[in-house]
């Protein structure tokens, strides 16, 4: 039975014993720890270099092109929240577009989905997912694989803990690097080894999980850390959440055959139970008729070797789908296999659309909200009979229930039968689409389940037609007239829950001149690491029930415009009155959207401080560099250090807009995000060695054969030219790199594998080695720095001729640049100036070089060194006004 207040959840669980036990490669590199246990290493304090981002004249034009084109897309698809107050027009996945969304939180059946995938390919005896709140780690979710006392002992026992940040899982947590526990119970350095050892914990391992880790462990030991492959998980969000999926399962091919994982929502589960009884479904059936055929299925093995996805649009009727029967004998009707990573996503959809997840919850307990109910339940029709797909009973009604003695629920009760469609008010409602209400339920002839009614005290019941279903409420206290309260917004619920990862949503409406809310949820997961870490059961939805919103608030001005708005940082926007209980409860991003009768309010949380760990290791980057620049003041004379800051400065100024090109290069070669920072660890060792080579020989070339430079000069002019008076519109080719000769040729001398292998750069396919994409993409930046490095590193030597200075200035910048990626890749879009200005920082030295060179002018290098920071800093600045000019025009357009 679901806590006071909260949807139910539950989650189905297997033998710890798994035929998928050892399979598959591991997403993340792995740290094996025996006995004492350690940080995984830190990655290198910042990232690799190159240059300006045109150099070359072949490469640098196809390169500024695709920067181009890239600023072009951003700004033609602009994302959630990208400036605050900005009305914002989200990209809705559809049908054969399965983009990723970002950071997309994961909750409920999603997440105890991904949990359950995770134990069954490990074999793990339990899964915990922490959340980083406020520097402290709390439980966000976990699951179960196997019933033991022990084990539900140190699930709960979490429950109650909260981990500092310096803890074992902030290093994973920025690292990337998933950590092995082989003796959990006495391993030195680990916080809760006392409770491993008396839980019978023997071995666990860490890693990096959404926004925060993942902890999976089991009571038997492991010698090593089991192998993996990777979860797709915001596939598996998205069959679920927007799709209204029943079941998924995930297929991995193991020794010419398939293994599946699969996970049953629930309500499929109480349902079948209900009307079959016995536990059989479709998922399950599927996995023993593929575990026990000597080949694939051929639906799944046609998906792995096309790679193109399966949509069977009526999977009973489908003369050419093999399992057509079993469809047929569990409702299965829409079926939908996709190629993931690591394997096939399989998920289905019954006969018809059904509200799922957080849309159920939320529309359940919204509904007790609007109209004072002591409970909701939502129905569903299966084969000519309704069962219970999903309940929510009030905390009041159920702290009555327990003082009373009573341990079951009026829903809890239902959810045991199934009632006949035709004869029935619940066909009725269905049928016609036609709500209904019984003043006293308890006498009406037409009302099946008086007995039961007149057992919890039921007097009036309400029905009202659903997605694919009737939502039932009803009331212990007699209702003469049907409760007369706005219809809860069930489209933008879903979209809050699909499309903006909320956390949380509040129903506002005006009542007496001022706006309050009427109805709130928030999702459990939400709610239980909010417990955990405050202790309390308060929520920020649930604190915003004591307020009234004026018209000097965001909320009226929404509802008086009829203008959506997304607040980008609700935690320091002005404009937004909540923001200290927006900072108080961790709420990041808030959506605003005016609908019928009020305004609906959802909001994101900032589970981790966003950035913040970059811009410390950024501002510790620099620190160490000024450090430097001071010791060769003290040694080698202030000029010196001058003109090694001014090295510095421009090397790394230089770099700024090839960041972009990397971003891009990722993009392309779909580089998971914990692995990124491998591939820009080792760029960033391969930089140092050819920035040696490039400094050292330039400087001996340039001393010999002084014009030389004119031909780099001529080089930076040039791509300084292309990059000032380029058209951000015209039409580019070789956007994601699809045509960059660099990618065609490494493809042609390497046998590629199509899938990741974690951090490694081979693979073994069948027995034949094949590089890994990871590779592919590692040697196209190396290769794109050495090319683009003909700018930066003549830019150095334009300043000066000693070597020591150029290189030792060119290490500094390159290492900086690692941690200057992270940031850019998530906010150098919004510096719209930001690129002009390296152009011009680009000309500017060109210039340089050609004055000095006919001594015309000298050019002092202090002045150099404030040109290029002026000219970077006016960058910004102007970015940073235009972007608060557009702010303005949003707010006044909102009012």
Known sequence: APAPGMFAISGALRPASHPLDGLGPVGTRQLHLRGPVLPPPASPSLQLDAATGIAGVATGLSVLKALKARRRKQNSLQPAGALACQPVRVHVPRRGDRSVRQAATLSCDALQASLKM?????????????????????????????????????????????????DIFESVSSSGVRSFISSAGSADGFSRTALCDECGIKSLCIESFEDGVLEYGTTLPWMEAPSCPEIPKAMIRDAIESDSACYVVFWVEKGGCFVGSDYVTPWRKRMNKTLRGDDANFALRSREMVESCSQPLPSIAKVLEEQKEMYITDAPKDDNFERKELAKEFGMNTIRLMPCESGVLEYGVPSRSQLVGDSLGASLKMRCDLSGADYAMYWVEVDGNFAVAGYYVTPQQEKLLKKEGIRETYPKRCERLEVNASSSLLGQVFSTGNSSFLPDCQVNKLFTRKELAQE??????????????????????????EPKCPLEPKSELKRAFTEFAAVY??????????????????????????????????????SCKQLQLGPETTTWKVASSGAELVIDDAQNDDSFTRKELAREFGVQKVRLVPCNGGVLECGSASTRSVGEGSLVSLGAGFAAALAFCAGVGYFRGVADATTWLSCYVIEYSLSVDNLFVFIIIFKYFKVPRQLQSDVLNYGIYGAIVF??????????????????????AGILLYAAYQGLTNDEDEEDEDEDLENNFIVQNLKKVFNVSTEFDGSNFFTEVKGKSLATPLLICLLTIEISDIVFATDSVPAVLGTTSDQFLAYSSNVFAVYGLRTLFFLLDEAISSFSYLEKAVNFVLGFIGTKIIVDYFEIVHIDTLVSLAIVLGTLLTGVFLSVTEMQGEKQEQQVGAV
């Open 118 to 166: 995770k134990c069954d390919y490990t074999g793990a005896h339990y899964a915990i997912y922490w959340i980083n709140i406020d520097g402290e780690y709390v439980v966000g979710g976990s699951y179960m694989s196997d019933s033991h006392d022990k084990i539900m002992q140190y699930l709960q026992s979490c429950g109650g803990v909260k981990l500092a940040s310096d």
């Open 456 to 481: 919890f005290g039921i007097k009036s019941i309400g029905f009202m037609p659903a997605a694919g279903g009737v939502v039932e409420y009803g009331s212990t206290n007699a209702w003469n007239v």
């Open 505 to 542: 949503v509040i129903y506002w409406v005006q009542r007496d001149g001022k706006y309050v809310s009427v109805a709130d949820y928030t999702c459990p997961a939400r709610l239980l690491a909010i417990k955990n870490q405050r202790g309390d059961n308060e929520t920020y939805a649930g």
């Open 691 to 712: 920035r040696f080579i490039f400094v050292y020989l330039g400087a001996i070339i340039l001393q010999k054969f002084n014009f030389l430079i004119l031909g780099f």
